[in-house]
């Protein structure tokens, strides 16, 4: 069982800046991706950027050259730098991973409770 506990949420202007954080725990799993989504009132949920184990990464094209997603030293933690904000950025953030059962290595997803960023004069 993986859980996923987001934080760094907040209000910003636009053109500010936030950092996001991610951090797994629990036991018996292997992440293979991790990364964040996000929900507007649309209720539809998009990719935002994510990062696979080797570090490749994969961004939306509405944030490429503006966020950054990146692994740190704890195994399983990931941060969103999130640069040059703008209204239409504004959403909850979801960290959502991928990961291997070792006691199956059957891949499972798993999604956390989400963080709000609001960007507003």
């Known amino acids: 069982q993986v859980q996923l506990v987001e934080s760094g949420g907040g209000l910003v202007q636009p053109g500010g800046s936030l950092r996001l954080s991610c951090a797994a725990s629990?036991?018996?799993?292997?992440?293979?991706?991790i990364g964040w989504y996000r929900q507007t009132t649309s209720n539809e949920r998009e990719l935002v950027a994510n990062?696979?184990?080797?570090?490749?990464?994969n961004y939306a094209r509405s944030v490429l050259g503006r966020f950054t997603i990146s692994r740190g030293y704890a195994k399983n933690t990931v941060y969103l730098q999130m640069d040059s904000l703008r209204p239409e950025d504004t959403a909850v953030y979801y960290c959502s991973a991928g990961a291997q059962d070792t006691t199956t290595w059957r891949a499972k997803d798993y999604w956390g409770q989400g963080t709000q960023v609001t960007v507003s004069s």
């Open positions: 990062i696979t184990a080797d570090d490749t990464t």
């Open positions: 629990g036991s018996g799993f292997r992440i293979y991706v």
